[in-house]
């Protein structure tokens, strides 16, 4: 099970912190993402982070904004925002996949998500 929370109202130019916890023994050998979706939008890959937090990858429009990282030993994934968009608005979800990714369709576990807002 996933819980994601730190979502919130926010000033563009400014942080927010996402967190996801995850309940169970095997949280260490999954593949973590998180994924975005705006009102009326597709559900979009925003970064993943391996098992071990070795290898990251970001989508073009949060890299050098956006940071993830995880902590094995408290089952949690993070998504540090900064410099945050209007565009940036949108439900965040944390997954969890068995390979590195950034399709949607890979991912295995959801979180039931947490909204971000930012206004301009």
């Known amino acids: 099970q996933l819980q994601a929370s730190g979502g919130g109202l926010v000033q563009a130019g400014g942080s927010l912190r996402l967190s996801c916890a995850a309940s169970?023994?095997?949280?260490?050998?999954?593949?973590m993402g998180w994924f975005r979706q705006a009102p009326g939008k597709e559900r979009e890959f925003v970064a993943v982070?391996?098992?071990?937090?070795?290898?990251?990858y970001y989508a073009d429009s949060v890299k050098g904004r956006f940071t993830i990282s995880r902590d094995n030993a408290k089952n949690t994934v993070y998504l540090q925002m900064n410099s945050l968009k209007p565009e940036d608005t949108a439900v965040y979800y944390c997954a969890a996949s068995g390979v590195v990714g950034s399709s949607p369709t890979s991912y295995k576990y959801w979180g039931q998500g947490t909204e971000v807002t930012v206004s301009s």
């Open positions: 169970g023994r095997t949280f260490s050998s999954y593949v």
């Open positions: 982070i391996s098992s071990s937090g070795s290898t990251k």
